[in-house]
């Protein structure tokens, strides 16, 4: 037993070490620049996995002109202008129209995009005007302008609302009849029309609310970033690579950027194609499922010896922790440190950091309640036994209770272990690039939705399949 214990340190030190490397080159100072994860012609990713689109060859560009770097975080749209208002990023490019309310939290660079807000039906839909939504569902996408202007006239027109956090999702939805129409930015769904999705813009000569997209920090802050960004902008205004960029973007088809469909389509094309983003998806994973077991398992295994300590302070503050953080949903919780607490404590907290800060205490307070009953399910008979011989309680406990206690534990232990790995999916909603939001970025791009979520699925199955076996095998190990 003890040897595993120092086997399990012994990993855990050695990850975090390797992790650190990783929190390390994300800390570097340069800007933190968050944007939507997929919002072509805007921001989506090339063939290679690469960032690319409108704001990113902007940004890339300007960046370079007036000799500042920056590492690019992309998220959903909702989550990234929340990373910027809670200081965990610098700034943001992502489409984003300058809105009044807006002006409010954030301060806008030059505007660089003219847009507007159009609504779409399905193709061949029999709905022709707003008033035949009613009853009907919209879909929308979280925090958005588009999503506002909807809200602003659901009355009116009585429809449901339903919402997602990327567009690609949102228009499929469309498509595939869950909801009739959807309401966002004119140019991106008419690019995605070009592109062959199968909706009608009805409003393209009349977008709602026309306005401008603008780069953003928040409001008070950054104004070095601010100001390089307008500066490169005029700079790139001036000479006519601004118009190069947008020229080459919306006269071009999305495969030219994303690569052939035909390319792609069978499972063995889009494994080979995306390779690389599987693999670095799937080290992420793992890292964040290693760390999170291992450190999740030390955490509860403190909480279940404190939920049987004669201390009753100990035993309460064990009792809360574990109704605390097992009863918080783990995204509510992500959010919470990721979103929430850098506001109040100042600093940022690398979007892994705070993934494995979730895990540890939701996962922890899991393994803490079944250690904590782990040990009450040890015959009571063995304590006293351990006290009539003249052990000390500490030591009945460590050489008597735990050994047998951690027995009855293991089934337990290898259940929340697979959980834990499961639920590293979870923490793709602030923007951390494992497994799940590769496939969300893959998808994106190929709208190859069935075969990249079955291999996703099978990469899970097989890493869950190994992790099982790894565990019995310790098992045995600890029954010897
Ligand atoms: N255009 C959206 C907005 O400004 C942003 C986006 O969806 N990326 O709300």
Avoid at 437 to 461: C, D, E, H, K, P
Wanted: overall charge positive.
């Amino acid at each position: 037993m003890k040897k595993i214990w120092i086997i399990l340190t012994t990993l855990a030190v050695s990850f975090i070490a390797m992790a650190s490397v990783t929190t390390v080159s994300a800390a570097k100072p340069n800007y933190i620049i968050t944007t939507d994860a997929t919002y072509p012609p805007f921001d989506f990713q090339d063939s290679n996995n690469q960032y690319t689109g409108i704001d990113q060859e902007i940004l890339k560009t300007i960046a370079k002109r007036e000799g500042f770097t920056y590492t690019l975080k992309p998220m959903s749209f909702n989550a990234a202008t929340q990373s910027v208002t809670s200081g965990q990023a610098d700034g943001i490019i992502a489409g984003m129209s300058i809105t009044d309310e807006r002006k409010e939290v954030f301060d806008f660079g030059t505007p660089y995009y003219k847009s507007g807000i159009a609504w779409a039906v399905k193709k061949g839909s029999n709905i022709k005007s707003l008033s035949d939504l009613k009853g009907k569902t919209v879909a929308l996408k979280t925090g958005t302008a588009g999503a506002d202007y909807a809200l602003s006239i659901q009355k009116q027109y009585g429809f449901k609302v339903t919402y997602f956090n990327d567009s690609d999702t949102l228009y499929n939805d469309v498509v595939n009849d869950n909801a009739q129409a959807t309401f966002g930015d004119l140019p991106v769904l008419q690019y995605s029309i070009k592109n062959g999705t199968k909706l009608k813009v009805m409003n393209a000569n009349s977008p709602y609310e026309s306005g401008w997209y603008g780069f953003a920090v928040k409001k008070g802050q950054n104004k070095q970033l601010l100001a390089s960004f307008n500066k490169g902008y005029a700079s790139i205004k001036k000479d006519g690579t601004y118009d190069k960029i947008i020229k080459k973007y919306l006269g071009a088809p999305a495969s030219d950027f994303t690569g052939k469909k035909s390319d792609n389509n069978s499972v063995l094309g889009i494994l080979k194609a995306n390779n690389g983003a599987f693999m670095r998806g799937l080290w992420q994973t793992l890292l964040l499922t290693i760390l999170g077991i291992i450190l999740a398992s030390i955490w509860g295994v403190i909480l279940g010896v404190m939920g049987v300590s004669q201390n009753s302070a100990l035993r309460g503050l064990s009792t809360t922790l574990i109704y605390i953080f097992r009863g918080l949903p783990l995204m509510v919780l992500a959010f919470f440190i990721y979103i929430g607490l850098p506001g109040v404590i100042g600093t940022k907290i690398p979007a892994f950091t705070a993934g494995l800060i979730t895990l540890i205490l939701n996962e922890g307070a899991y393994t803490g309640a079944f250690v904590r009953g782990g040990f009450e399910a040890v015959d009571k008979g063995q304590m006293e036994a351990a006290r009539s011989l003249g052990f000390t309680y500490n030591r009945s406990m460590r050489k008597v209770i735990m050994p047998q206690g951690l027995k009855i534990m293991v089934p337990s232990f290898i259940n929340q272990f697979i959980i834990t790995l499961k639920d590293t999916s979870i923490l793709s909603a602030i923007g951390i690039l494992e497994l799940t939001q590769t496939g969300t970025l893959i998808v994106s791009r190929n709208s190859q939705g069935f075969r990249v979520w079955a291999i996703v699925a099978v990469i899970y199955l097989v890493v869950i399949t190994l992790l099982t076996w790894l565990s019995n095998w310790v098992e045995k190990r600890t029954r010897a």
